[in-house]
């Protein structure tokens, strides 16, 4: 991150969001909360963000920007088959979920009482499935998409496969290293949407 100095004021606010959800002892963060860290009143925050939900919104696709996602999709995005960019989306979602995982699960924990937190989550969540859809879509479009599944519950399986909640259950409950965790998910994923035969590497 630049230093606040060089920051503007909205820049202010989504890094003092951003550090306050990944705080640990955080396990709600109020306008006020943002307001105080980023050193503006509430009235300045309202001026750039009239809600919490826009504001939560904006600073997961922040993060997003900062890490520079769009980048690192882009193996995925200009992939030469289906396959390619299957295994390129879950190297690149599986790397990014370690590094985001802080605001991720502070969103987390709010979200099943906390309506605005709710929409922040569903909007990430729904960006990482309009990624799977594309990779099965294009698995598809070559012929390598299993008949046992439509492309609709092809992209609801790979996307229960990449969920956030499973990571944090076999990397940080089961001690998984994040090697294991991706190559077993690659093998999961891989054993699930492609049609048989088609399933060894480098068809």
Not at 29 to 36: F, G, L, P, Q, Y
Not at 46 to 62: D, I, M, Q, S
Not at 160 to 178: A, D, F, K, Y
Request: net charge neutral; proline share 1%.
């Amino acid at each position: 991150m630049m230093s606040r100095e060089k920051m503007n004021t909205r820049e202010r606010i989504l890094n003092s969001a951003w550090a306050l959800l990944e705080a640990d002892a955080v396990s709600e963060v109020r306008m006020s909360d943002i307001a105080a860290d980023a050193g503006i009143s509430r009235q300045a925050l309202y001026l750039h963000f009239p809600n919490r939900a826009e504001l939560l919104v904006a600073t997961t696709r922040y993060i997003d920007e900062v890490k520079d996602v769009d980048g690192r999709l882009a193996a995925s995005r200009s992939a030469a088959s289906g396959r390619e960019r299957l295994t390129a989306f879950i190297d690149m979602w599986c790397n990014y979920i370690p590094e985001v995982y802080g605001v991720l699960k502070a969103i987390m924990a709010m979200k099943d009482t906390d309506a605005e937190a709710a929409i922040a989550w569903n909007d990430r969540m729904q960006a990482v499935r309009h990624g799977c859809e594309a990779a099965v879509k294009a698995l598809a479009k070559d012929g390598d998409l299993t008949p046992k599944l439509s492309t609709r519950k092809a992209t609801d399986t790979l996307w229960m496969l990449l969920s956030v909640r499973n990571w944090e259950q076999l990397t940080i409950e089961c001690g998984w290293s994040q090697k294991q965790y991706i190559s077993t998910i690659r093998d999961l994923v891989h054993q699930a949407l492609i049609a048989e035969g088609n399933t060894k590497a480098g068809k």
